[in-house]
């Protein structure tokens, strides 16, 4: 696919509505030439672990026509089904959401013509991976807490982490709340471990929902 970035931002002003939205439509049909499925998840540390694990099975998702599109949270998912659904560019479309949130991806799906009522394995089968409780959880229990350090130790913030987990609200937590908390308190560091984790699983490893994404 050419251009993955201007297909991004272009989609992602023509779901916000607004004076610019139909230039946009415009600009995305126009990208989406070589497009064949969009991929759905709801921030940009989710699209980093998508691309990582692809990256590591030697595939080349551009090339394949695929597109990681983050969405800015679940609420939007029906919004963006239909876009890009037989109205709109007519792509195949795959997702990724939090437990949390099942219940919009489900409600979208059922809005945008998927079936009716339903269930966790209905949507698997569609292609809408369900993370418990959320990526970074999955990926934490992928690795345990001993493989998140050994992690972070690479990524020259494990000091920063002993003086996180030593703050008096963090120390009564369990360690992977606290890995957790730590991958956020910084922008731009959740992304960052998202790739960094997906590199150092073991192939055998790799949290179900997002292996099933990319299977």
């Not at 931002?9 to 070589?34: I, M, S």
């Not at 499925?37 to 026509?65: H, I, K, M, N, Y």
């Not at 937590?173 to 908390?181: F, G």
């Amino acid at each position: 696919m050419r251009e993955p970035d201007r297909f991004r931002g272009a989609v992602q002003v023509w779901a916000a509505g607004g004076a610019d939205a139909a230039a946009a439509a415009t600009v995305a049909r126009e990208v989406a030439d070589d497009l064949s499925t969009v991929v759905l998840v709801e921030g940009f540390s989710d699209q980093c672990a998508v691309e990582a694990l692809a990256e590591r099975r030697g595939r080349d998702l551009a090339g394949e026509g695929v597109c990681v599109l983050p969405i800015g949270g679940a609420m939007s998912v029906a919004r963006y089904l239909r876009l890009f659904g037989a109205q709109g560019l007519a792509l195949t479309v795959r997702g990724l959401c939090d437990e949390a949130e099942e219940g919009f991806s489900r409600r979208g799906l059922e809005q945008a013509g998927f079936g009716g009522d339903l269930t966790r394995p209905d949507m698997e089968a569609l292609g809408f991976q369900v993370c418990v409780t959320d990526l970074e959880d999955e990926l934490i229990r992928a690795l345990g807490s001993v493989g998140v350090e050994r992690v972070i130790d690479a990524e020259r913030d494990l000091a920063r982490f002993r003086v996180f987990q030593n703050q008096p609200a963090q120390r009564g937590r369990t360690i992977e709340r606290q890995l957790r908390r730590f991958m956020g308190t910084m922008s731009g560091r959740k992304a960052r471990y998202a790739r960094a984790l997906v590199r150092a699983l073991d192939p055998g490893a790799i949290p179900r929902p997002l292996d099933r994404l990319l299977t």
